[in-house]
């Protein structure tokens, strides 16, 4: 599969300037103001010289919300209208459609006879460059992406005492000192029962401080009451 990195050059224009391009995000709500779809893009565009993490999506479209918190392929129009100098770019008529991010791990998790899931995970991109310390850089936001279908008979019941629900482990795989954990809270979160062929899924940003150094990184990513729901994949900050 082809790295999700994507690059568009649009020239300086007054006015809008439309142009056809494909591109790979998850699709989430807006809720400043009026409530709006769009797609955060994890491998920014780059509309004259500044990387855009953030399209929003055409109003008139229909179906978007059946992909809310999807990670999808979108092609369509770039409508990009010029207000006051910046770029506020639009995706018109989109084709969506779902798709697994670039390096996804798949793993078959049996902790019983009656108690099967299936655990995907996975970082986008998987190779990316930091922002300097002046902001300077190519303007990645990677996403991780943590998904546990339960394959099993009976539902599975989940209690989370301190509302610790993906625990996450980064780590250097080079000689470094780069080794952090933490654990995704939902505030109020306390217990979730999935039920056979039912999702849970997190998405959530990288911090920068996870993976301060370039280098390759292995991720782990599991259920914080059941670890055995986890899958470890691995990444590259290139810079």
């Known amino acids: 599969m082809m790295r999700l990195w994507c690059a568009l050059l649009l020239a300086p224009a007054q006015g809008?300037?439309?142009?056809?391009?494909?591109?790979?995000?998850?699709?989430?709500?807006?809720?400043?103001?009026?409530?709006?779809?769009?797609?955060?893009?994890?491998?920014?565009?780059?509309?004259?010289?500044?990387?855009v993490n953030w399209i929003s999506i055409d109003p008139q479209a229909s179906g978007v919300a059946n992909y809310e918190d999807r990670f999808v392929?979108?092609?369509?129009?770039?409508?990009?209208?010029?207000?006051?100098?910046?770029?506020?770019?639009e995706l018109v008529n989109p084709q969506i459609k779902e798709r697994d991010p670039e390096g996804m791990v798949r793993r078959n998790v049996q902790l019983s006879y009656t108690q099967r899931g299936v655990v995907t995970l996975a970082v986008t991109?998987?190779?990316?460059?930091?922002a300097d310390s002046a902001g300077?850089?190519?303007?990645?936001?990677?996403?991780?992406?943590f998904e546990l279908t339960n394959q099993g008979d009976t539902p599975l019941h989940l209690v989370f005492p301190h509302s610790e629900v993906v625990c996450v482990r980064v780590r250097l795989l080079q000689p470094g000192v780069a080794d952090t954990s933490w654990a995704i809270v939902k505030q109020g979160v306390q217990r979730a029962s999935i039920v056979m062929g039912q999702h849970y899924r997190m998405i959530f940003e990288l911090p920068a401080g996870a993976a301060p150094l370039p280098?390759?990184?292995?991720?782990?990513?599991?259920l914080c009451p059941v670890p055995d729901y986890g899958a470890e994949t691995r990444f590259e900050v290139t810079r």
Do not use: C
């Open 16 to 51: 809008s300037v439309d142009t056809t391009i494909s591109v790979s995000g998850v699709v989430r709500a807006q809720h400043e103001g009026v409530a709006r779809w769009g797609l955060f893009l994890p491998a920014p565009l780059v509309i004259r010289s500044v990387p």
């Open 73 to 89: 392929q979108a092609t369509g129009m770039l409508r990009s209208t010029d207000s006051a100098g910046a770029a506020n770019p």
């Open 125 to 130: 991109p998987t190779h990316f460059a930091r």
């Open 136 to 145: 300077h850089g190519a303007g990645a936001r990677p996403l991780v992406l």
């Open 215 to 222: 280098g390759k990184y292995q991720l782990h990513a599991g």
